[in-house]
């Protein structure tokens, strides 16, 4: 069983910056596939950013040039470095990770954009 939680989201103006973090317990954390998922109120969840084991990357094109998704294998943890935020942007941000066959969710962080 992976447990993950999320942290960093909050309430930003638009232009600014926030970095999400995702804590993954265990001891595989170096082999999952970890991403980033957003849900804003009346829309479907969808991928914002994913990394995998090896370190690749991709992002979807609304965030391309604006956030960008790493890892810290030696701590667990994934993150989330969003700038030039919008206010499209605003959204429960969920941390996900995928590992042989399985998908494991955190309990969500909520970003808002608003001046």
């Known amino acids: 069983q992976v447990q993950l939680v999320e942290s960093g989201g909050g309430l930003v103006q638009p232009g600014g910056s926030l970095r999400l973090s995702c804590a993954a317990s265990?001891?595989?954390?170096?082999?999952?596939?970890m991403g980033w998922y957003r849900q804003a109120p009346g829309k479907q969840r969808e991928l914002v950013a994913s990394i995998t084991a090896g370190g690749s990357a991709k992002l979807a094109d609304s965030v391309k040039g604006r956030f960008s998704i790493s890892r810290d294998n030696g701590n667990n943890t994934a993150f989330l470095l969003m700038n030039s935020l919008k206010a499209d942007d605003t959204a429960v941000y969920y941390c996900?990770?995928?590992?042989?066959?399985?998908?494991?969710w955190g309990q969500g962080t909520q970003v808002t954009v608003s001046s």
């Open positions: 265990g001891s595989g954390f170096s082999i999952y596939r």
């Open positions: 996900n990770a995928y590992v042989f066959g399985s998908d494991y």
